[in-house]
């Protein structure tokens, strides 16, 4: 065994020196691992400075103070080429680190506590991302709205990234946010009537601007593609829940309006009738 090996086995078991810590009870009292410390020493980022007078290396207690500094600073994502250069700065004195230290440190919690607050929301969002009691929303929606199409909406969608977009906006929305909406719905519902009643063909201009209008609606739940809007669509027509809906509005209306959304996708490259949702 070479002279530098056996500098850096730990000792046996028993009191270290008094002037200093083995690498064994260094290790454990910083919580990382010996081989941690034998490559920090054996790249020269911390190495003990002292022995026992059995002639083992040990660290002492600035040599323990060093280590702390560089869990730090890892913790912030320095590489260990970094922290050493930072650490041996001569112009810095130890609390200069620790002012440095300290400034990284709020910047990082504050980081933190931005991703907690996004967090908060989602999970301050019901289930279905909406914030608003079933009675709110028949009280913003109207009498025709059911509740429940959320709760569907969540059953066929929820798992895809889309439902998650959906329900990290809902439930950032407030009562009036939900009350400017369910005015833009009823005020689009309402020129689609009248489109319908005025015979404008789906696939012409007047038709495929209020197909884009909805779409941007859509949007404000997720970014809706035009192969998403053409799934919509047909579900508006085949769902009876949907069709009775829009069906009320103006008889007929739910197949016009799939008709409009179809031709709208179709004029900007996509096929109404093979539409994923994607």
Known sequence: MTSDAREREPAPAGPAGSDGLTVGRAAALVGVSVKT?????????V????????GYRVYSGDDVARIHRV???????????????????PGADARDHLRRQRSLLVERISRLRKMVRAVDRMLGASSTGMRLTPEEQVEIFGDDWRPAWVDEAEDRWGDSAQW?????????M????????????????????????????????GANALAERHRAL?????DCTHSMHACIGRMFAADSGFAGHYDKVAPGLAVWLRDTICANAEAHGVDPETATWE
């Not at 190495?47 to 059995?54: F, I, Q, Y």
């Open 164 to 172: 998650t977009q959906y329900a990290e906006r809902a439930g950032e």
């Open 37 to 45: 410390l034998h490559h920090w020493d054996a790249i020269g980022l």
């Open 174 to 205: 407030t009562p009036d946010d939900w009350k400017r909406v369910a005015a833009e719905t009823a005020a689009l519902n309402a020129d689609f009537a009248a489109a319908k009643r005025a015979g404008v063909t789906p696939g012409s201009a």
């Open 218 to 222: 859509m949007s404000t739940y997720f």
């Open 47 to 54: 190495r003990p400075s002292g022995r026992t007078l059995a």
């Open 71 to 89: 869990l730090v600073y890892r913790e912030l994502g320095f590489p260990l080429a970094e922290i050493g250069r930072i650490l041996d700065d």
